[in-house]
C-alpha cells in the first residue's frame, strides 16, 4: 500500500514537473536594474505574457502569436528591494517568482547645453516625434535574429556616459541616460547589434540623425547622433552590417555613440544586455 501510494506521489511529481517545471525555463543571469531577462516554454504559444511586478506596479511584456519566448526588461525604476515575476501561457499563470533587485550605483553628471526654448513649430515636432518613437518600440513583430550575443556597434568600446546616468542639466533640469555613449571619431563606422529590419532612418530633433531597428519580439535598438546614414527604412540588415558613421547630430556636445536597447518601449542597460545571451 505504501510503495503503491509513493509510486502514485512520484508520478504526480513527475507529471506536475512537466506541466509546470520543465516547460517553462527562466533566464536571468541579472537582477540589477535594466537587465534584460527571457522566459522560453518547449512548444509555440497562441499568448505569452510576462508581468513584473513591483510596489504595486504591474510591467506586462508580451509575445507574438507562436512564440516559444517572450523577453522582459527589468525597469529602472526597480531600485531596491523585491520584485515578482509571473508567466502567464493563454491568459493562465503558468510561473511565479519573487527577485531581489540587485542595487547599483549611478553617477551624476553635470552638463551644460545651449537649449532653445521648445515651443511653436519646434514644441510641434518634439512631440511629433516622441509619439513615432513609442509606436516604434511598442510594435511587437516576429524574431528576426538568431544571434545569441550583440554584435558591438563599434569595433572599440569605450564608454563616456553609462545607461542611468542622473545629468543635471544647465544646472537644474534633471534627466535619466537611456542608453550607453560611447567615444568616437567622427565618421567611425557603426554596425547593427542584432539582424532586423530598418524601421527608422532619420533626423530627429534630440537624437539627430538616427536610426532604430526592429530586432522582433518586441526588441529595438537605436544608435542616435550618426553623422551620416547608410540604410533606409524597410532595408533588412545584418549584425554587424554598418548602418551609420560616428556624428555629432541632433542635441549632442561631440561625436559620440549614442546606443539604446529597448524591450517593448523599456530600456535596458546595453552594457548588461551584452554580458548575456539571447
Ligand atoms: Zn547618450
New binding site residues.
Partial sequence: MKTAFKTIFLLLTLLLSVSYGKSVELYLPFTYPGSLGKFEVDRPVKKLKVVLGYKGKRYVFKSVNGAKEVFFVIPYRVQKGIFSLSLYKNGRRMFFKLERVKPKHYRVSRIWVKTRPLKGELLKRVVRESRLLRRIFHQITPKKFKEEKLYPPLKNLSIS?PFGARRIINGKKRSI?????FRAKRGTPVHAALSGKVVLAKNLYFTGNTVIIDHGLGIHTLY??LSKLTVKEGQFVKAGQVIGKVGSTGR?TGP?L???FYVEGERADPMIVMKERL
Avoid: P, R
Fill in positions: 556616459t541616460h537611456w542608453g550607453t555613449d542616435a547622433h549632442s559620440h549614442h546606443f539604446g
